[in-house]
């Protein structure tokens, strides 16, 4: 563990700015939510309303939790927003181990750490010491938003803590997929299908008999039932899985050699395919494993929405307070509904955007942009598939959000033509999302080392407007920053092509000026 001190300091300076946002992130989620739900249910009325209407309701309980939870108005904020909160800093931990273990090993930064006075396992204990200290405070934000908007103080603080055990899971089990794999990308996926996985396992075992939720990190979590039983018994188990990885992390670090995994990658084909032989084909090869997944992601979240809307009606008339935050109000539930569904899921396709577009970055400071810049691939076509990919993947994605919501709520009512109609609905953001696209494009042409920076703020910007802004009450003027404030919100509203043309062309926009400040300044820096 030599230089353990040292190199924890060195962690946590580079991740002074990232850190803070995703602290920040589950901070709000709780807060907005605590503060939302103790003014929708503030009475043992609303609450019990909540419960006729939610219990037996299968989609509602996959999607958040336990009804048990629904006792008191403490509960009923965990019910739900614990699930989500938990995947928020699972993702943190995930990445705040991976970034300093697998992806230093990849980009050669570990080798030079290394080369002075440090210990062989000191770069993964300090990785993991800096995401305990980061679920640590996780912990302490979540209890604070907590505890700050009137809920009692015992809960709160179970609240909190099991959050961070959620946390400390997927740090550790980060820590044994570093060793396993020999590139960041196949860890952060093996993860990330775990993490899909505990919410699967969770949902099952809630709808079902409840055992498949013990084998859920998740779940574990949940059934502390925190203002409800107040149970801490259930954290041991995290803590005593988060040990066990832990221990087989360090044992299989002693087991492979540097900047290698335990599972060899699979030889590729001796020629490359034809595809291959333009940027575009090379662009569309490195994203369509992420396009698959956000996809496929986004399909499951539009099949969870869709199969609620058949009793949204029924939901708004037992607690009649919701209809304030649907963007219809309670004159059409269930096309407030799912227009607000539709914004909901287009929010989410801008972070793919960004995350596509950022690719390109990914590239240049790893060093694999300039070989191929050397023949004779200009920089607007290099960064012109990069964008292709992204635009043409949003397009994907969102098709296939409104897909699975449209097949959902079709079913549910018996009527095919949801489909085709949730499928345009989706669409619709699509001028939106890549206007958020070109914002990152913008920050690679002349912010590069702030451009990620930028377009996350960006992204979190439009999601509070769309989301929080009459709970916050921000001024009009701020509101119209946002383009998704001038997509039509069909189908409440009638389709407006002049609005989408305008933001269309502001994305074009900006791409293009992020592709002018690209060619004036040099690649990696």
Known sequence: MTGLGGLLRFMLRRERLALPWWLLGATLLVLVQSTQSQGLYGTPE?????????GGNTAVIAMSGPTRLLENIGGEVVFEILAYVSIVVAMMSMFLVGRHTRADEESGRAELVRSARLGRHATLAAALVLAGLANLAVGALVFAAAAGTGLPVSGSLLFGAATAAVGGVFAALTAVAV??????RAAYGAVALAIGAAFVLRAAGDIGNGALSWVSPIGWAQRTF?????RWWPLAVPVAVAAALVVAAMALLARRDFAAGLVRPRPGRATASAALGSSLGLAWRLQRGALAGWA???????????SIGNSIEQYVADNPAVAEYLPGGAADVVDSYLAFTALTLALIVSAYGVVTALRARSEETSGRAEP?????????GWLGSHLVVAAGGAASVLAAAGLGEGLAYGLATSDAGQVPRMVGVSLGYLPAVLLVTAVAVLGLGWLPRAAAALAWVAVAYCAVIALFADSFDIPGWLRRGSPFAHTPEVPIDD???APLVVIGLLAVALAAGGYAGLRRRDLGY
């Open 296 to 306: 496929a992601g986004l399909f499951l979240l539009g099949v969870a929405y869709g």
């Open 226 to 230: 925190p203002y409800v039983d107040n």
């Open 372 to 380: 191929l810049l050397a023949t004779a691939t200009s920089r607007a």
């Open 495 to 497: 389709w407006t092509v």
């Open 179 to 184: 060793q396993v794999f020999e590139n960041a």
């Open 46 to 54: 609303d609450l019990a309303s909540l419960r006729r209407t939610i």
